[in-house]
């Protein structure tokens, strides 16, 4: 038997890892207990409804669901680093020289603030002598 109709159970698992949800926000999305959705992410098949309603809350299709594999996945993220494919995902600049560059920029803006508040109280003293 091909692996996308293998252990639907384990598939809903592992997408629901993925997106970061853990059993707790599944139950309480569906209304059930923790350990329902421990059951069901051990059991083989679910019904077509109850995929549905958890492949909405994990914001997939149950067909996502059904084909999902591990290899898929892994084969995925790598086609982000594959030049081949005509998409290039490479950052064009240092992030951490941007945050130096607006933490700069701060203290710049605050010095003049400050060089300006202190012109604008030696301006009204004066004019108060």
Known sequence: MA????????????????KGIKQEALA???????QTISNLEKSEK????VL???AKYLAVTPEAIKNFSDE???NYFNNFHDNSSG???HC?????DKIVELYNEKVELLERLLQAEKEKNEA?????S
Do not use: C, M
Not at 124 to 128: E, F, T, V
């Open 52 to 54: 549905e309603k958890i």
């Open 28 to 34: 309480l999305e569906l209304g059930v207990s923790q």
């Open 92 to 96: 064009t600049f240092n992030p951490i």
């Open 3 to 18: 692996e996308t109709t293998l252990h639907i159970g384990r598939k809903i698992a592992r997408v629901r890892e993925i």
């Open 87 to 89: 998409f290039n995902y």
């Open 46 to 49: 679910i019904e077509d409804e």
């Open 124 to 128: 009204l003293r004066s004019s108060k």
């Open 72 to 74: 898929a996945v892994v």
